[in-house]
Structure formats: structure tokens, C-alpha cells
């Protein structure tokens, strides 16, 4: 009888590795249980609905300096399989990967539907099963012998094969609607769950989990008058949250709901459980010229004032920013619309450099950011070992993706990670029998 090895989760990761273990040993049975009636969603989504693949980052220490959660676990992975294997994979299948000037990785195609028909091209050839509304409700380990069905819907009993949890032992896979599935080896790459009690079925394997909250997401500044500006941003501001050591410089983006942007998404996933412990409710500081300080920033202006002297303040500003915003700023610094340059008082024109360089704002509450959102926290990351992906407590499990207290910032970080772990986990099952 052949091996049996059960994906939960339809995702990057679970995919991934179905596809890799069914490849490598044709005598491998694979099935991917998705408890959703979509597979690769995220995948689907991510980016825009370009797919952002990857990350062009090619040292693996730089690379997990990229995760505010589980860099020493990425760190030792990567040396498995990294970025430049993910673009060899996907290359080796037809699809061509390029690099923005950020750092982000797209298929050519600019669609996330190159990345999902070559995932599911694999699926077909390699005689994947997959099953969707086929939630799990829990996983246990028991002796053989006591006739439950396999995935492959084959009865079996004693003397049914090697088993990947223990000599004599099948993992039991237990469904929402009572179906009872055998297999000697579990991927459980499901991602992550936003509660803790979500977890229970992993806490029984004898797992720990750190309790989830969100990451990457928005900062809610309701009501605030810098929302009418929505759809304006700055390439370089620099972002503190007040009361505490987090600073990140980056784009920012002005939305109807309050800042987003690449530097509130990272400072959303380095602060996640500092910022959930403030009950999404703190104070910010932006200084909207990036590194300008503002001695830099009043001299500038003094400048400006012998430069221009004849000139409406309102009429073009010194340091770039969008004209909106600039006008915005000059209003709450007290700045009438007809003063020019030379008549500019003292007051005003010291609040303006503190808007500029020290503007105060109220967060309160955060907004998932578009399809990226992620959880921090999950499995413990000391069960799991890091070159296998296999459970220090339960040989034959294995855990892959966002289900690991594993967590990067935006640009292809997370998808990395999921690439990784299902391959390592596929490398890891194939090798063992």
C-alpha cells in the first residue's frame, strides 16, 4: 500500500508541497484538504492580482532581517531553499519572474493567474487529490487496525504500510462533517487563524501556540481633516509611534481612513503585538521630509524667504510635496493664501516646520490592508525543526506557511517563506521511506 501524505490547506504552501512530494516520489499519495471552495486564494490576490512571488534579495541574512518574527528559523531554511531556487522553480516551468525597483518579484504576465495555472498544471500531472469544504476538525494519532478510510477512500487495516508517526501508527485526520481520513504523514499548512482557540486541534498534538494578532495593516485616523486628502503620498517619510522604539522611514499614503503605505505596513508588522497590547489606540509622530530635521528644515525656508520674497507662499513649496499637501499644511499653520514669502511671520512659519517635521496624529483602530493581511504569532517555533519542518514532538507532522509563528514585512516575504517550508517539507517526506 502506498504512503499517504495529507496537505491541510490549499494555500502557497500546501500546494507547494503537495506538488514538490508528488513529483519526487510517484508512489506518494498525496490529497490537499481546503476547507474554503477556492484554492491559492491569497496567491490569487496578493499584489494587486499581479502575485508578488517573491523578494529579489539574494543574502540570506539580509533576506530574514525581513521577518519580525522567526528570522533565526528563516535564517536556517534558506539554506535549504531560497529565493533563487523560487525563481528557478517557477523558470523551470515556463513562468518568468521580474524585479521593480523596490525589490518586489511579479511574474512578466503582471497576473497572479500565470503563478496559480502553473501551480495547478502541476496538481494535474503529478495526480494530486485535492478535496475542498473539507475542513478539519482535528488530528489524532492512533495504532493501525482499526479500519477508518484512507484519503484515497481505500479501507485499510493492520500491515498497511510504513507509518511517518510512529511504528504501527496513522494519523487520523478528522473532517467537520464526520468523514475520517488515514495518512502516515500530515502537512499542516492551513495559515493562520486570528484566535487562539482556533488552535486547539494543534494544541492536542501536544503543540504550543503564541496567541495570534494581526499584522500588516492600517492606520485609522477617522475624522482626522488629512483624510480629505486620500490618494496623496510621499516617497520618504519617517513614521514614529509615540511611547515606544518604533520608527520606520518609507512611502506613505494618505487613504479616506487615515496612513497607509509601505512604512505603516512594516512599522504594523514590527510593532504587531506592542500596538495590539495598546488596543490599536496611540499616538504617532510624522515628519513628512524624511531625515530633514528641523533646524534643515527652518533654514530651508529662511532661504526661500530671500529667494523668492515677491512670491505667494501657497504657490509652490521648497521640499517637493505634493501641492495639496503643501496647501493643507500651510492652512494649519495659520498661513493666509495671499501672503508671500517675505511677509511670512515668525509663529507660522515655525509651526509649519513642526507640521512638516513633528506632525502629531491620533490612531485609533486599524484596517486590514487590502489582501495582505497576516497573522503574527502561531505554532511555537522551538517545536519545530527549521531544516525539516517536521514537529519535534510528533514525528510524520509536519507545519508550513503562516500556521508557524513565522511573519514578514510586505514585498514577497511571506510568500518566500510559504515556497520554502512546502518544499522542505516535500524534501523531507520523500527522503524518509
Known sequence: MANQLIVIGGGAAGIFCAVNAARRDPGLRVTVLEKTGKLLSKVKVSGGGRCNVTHACFDIAAMA??????????RKAFH??????????????GVELKTEADGRMFPIT????TIIDCLMREVNAYGVEIRMHAEVRDVV???????????????????AGAGGAGAGDRFEVQLADDRRLLADFVCVACGGFPKLGMFDWIRRLGHSIEEPVPSLFTFNMRGNPLTELMGISVPQALVKIQGSKLVERGPLLVTHWGLSGPVVLRLSAWGARELAGMGYRF???VNWLGEVTEQQARERLQEIRQERAGQGVMARNPFGLP??????FLVAAGVGANVRWAELPAREQNRLVSLLCAGAFAVEGKTTFKEEFVTAGGVRLAEVDPTTFQSRRVPGLFFAGEILNVDGITGGFNFQHAWTGGWIVADTITKKH
Open 65 to 74: 532581517a525581513n521577518y519580525p518574527r522567526g528570522q533565526h528559523f528563516v
Open 80 to 93: 535549504r531553499f531560497f529565493t533563487t531556487d523560487t525563481i528557478d522553480w517557477f523558470s523551470a516551468r
Open 110 to 113: 503582471d497576473s497572479s493567474q
Open 141 to 159: 494519532v492512533r495504532a493501525e487496525g482499526d479500519g477508518v478510510v484512507r484519503a484515497g477512500g481505500a479501507a485499510t487495516g493492520a500491515g
Open 283 to 285: 499616538g504617532i509622530q
Open 323 to 328: 501641492g495639496r499637501l503643501w496647501e493643507h
